[in-house]
């Protein structure tokens, strides 16, 4: 169990368009979901931790307004990157926490965006 | 503020080799360290966790030391195969900063058949 899945896994955009990005637990719930950003050869750096039904907590640094983030549902957050700019191209990873234990994340496969 | 540091940032090996990658952590008081791996382009997989009273983790030719003391953690890697090559990533889970996986900047290891 414990799978993360993404949607959709590439994403090539126009500059100044907006990019919705799913992330869902597919057995189980997750009360925590977690939006990272990952630029080529560097490491997972966290944009923001997302609890079902309330507003996401966003990194020092990550514009909320920009990087906007909803946790619906037990089994879905979703990330819109609004007004994307080619700065923005990345590889943007989710993870998601079960509701019983909270020290575990189980990560999604990644989405990459590209924005011309 | 917690920081992840990796060491080396590449290693090539050819097969066979038993191969040591290191990871050390500034702040001692982690929650556990995890261990993932990642191939171009994919998401995290996630290969041992050891949580702060253990001092080791095994799966198969895999071994995980966590000496929280000293800051630092190690990832043996018995007979090492060409499929072994990926970007390996350890991470800390801190609760002094909310509970979050902080990241090094990962190993890049090539297994040469």
């Known amino acids: 169990g414990a799978v993360v899945s993404q949607h959709p896994s590439w994403v090539i955009c126009k500059s100044g368009t907006s990019v919705k990005i799913e992330c869902r637990s597919l057995?189980?719930?997750?009360?925590?979901m977690f939006w990272y950003r990952q630029f080529p050869k560097q490491s997972l750096m966290l944009m923001a931790t997302?609890?079902?039904?309330?507003?996401?907590?966003?990194e020092q640094g990550v514009e909320k307004d920009k990087f906007l983030i909803n946790h619906a549902s037990l089994t879905l957050s979703t990330l819109t990157v609004t007004s994307a700019h080619p700065e923005d191209s990345s590889f943007y990873i989710c993870?998601?926490?079960?509701?019983?234990?909270?020290?575990?994340?189980?990560f999604g496969p990644g989405t990459r965006l590209t924005v011309l | 503020k917690q920081e992840v540091t990796q060491i080396p940032a590449a290693l090539s090996v050819p097969e066979g080799e038993n191969l040591v990658l290191n990871c050390s952590f500034t702040?001692?008081?982690?929650?556990?360290l995890q261990w993932f791996r990642q191939d171009p382009g994919k998401g995290l997989t996630s290969l041992l966790l050891?949580?702060?009273?253990?001092r080791e983790q095994t799966s198969g030719r895999l071994n995980a030391s966590l000496d929280k003391s000293s800051g630092r953690s190690t990832l043996y890697i018995a007979a090492s195969q060409p499929g072994d090559s990926a970007t390996y990533l350890c991470?800390?889970?801190?609760?002094?900063?909310?509970?979050?996986?902080?990241f090094g900047q990962g190993t890049e290891l090539s297994v040469k058949p």
């Open positions: 050891i949580q702060s009273s253990q």
């Open positions: 993870s998601a926490g079960k509701f019983s234990s909270t020290d575990t994340q189980y």
């Open positions: 991470a800390v889970l801190d609760w002094s900063q909310g509970g979050k996986l902080i």
């Open positions: 702040d001692s008081a982690i929650y556990n």
């Open positions: 057995d189980f719930q997750a009360t925590t």
């Open positions: 997302s609890n079902e039904g309330s507003k996401a907590t966003y």
